[in-house]
Nanobody, 112 residues
Framework: QVQLVESGGGLVQAGGSLRLSCVVS????????MGWYRQAPGKQRELVAF???????NYADSAKGRFTISRDNAKGTVYLQMNSLKPEDTAVYYC??????WGKGTQVTVSS
């Protein structure tokens, strides 16, 4: 059974940083695209960033220059380093494996 468990969310002031982690069990991540998505209250889930098996990355415009996605295949873990956080980054952040599997999410709240 494939499981994705996110952690690292919390409450932070604007301008602060958080590092999210997603640990995958039940399947190797080395050949899969991994992504971070977020969903704010009343809004649709949106892509934040993804990283290909090759290590190539892509970011939403809102994340460029502030967020960094990375992966450690040996640990089955993908990270999202978030800097210069803004109140509009407040959302539940979800990890995705191969466009098929989802974690339950971790709450990020940025206060102004």
């Amino acid at each position: 059974q494939v499981q994705l468990v996110e952690s690292g969310g919390g409450l932070v002031q604007a301008g602060g940083s958080l590092r999210l982690s997603c640990v995958v069990s039940g399947r190797s991540i080395s050949r899969n695209v991994m992504g971070w998505y977020r969903q704010a209250p009343g809004k649709q889930r949106e892509l934040v960033a993804f990283i290909l098996a090759s290590g190539s990355t892509n970011y939403a415009d809102s994340a460029k220059g502030r967020f960094t996605i990375s992966r450690d295949n040996a640990k089955g873990t993908v990270y999202l380093q978030m800097n210069s956080l803004k109140p509009e980054d407040t959302a539940v952040y979800y990890c995705n494996l191969g466009l098929n599997y989802w974690g339950k999410g971790t709450q990020v709240t940025v206060s102004s």
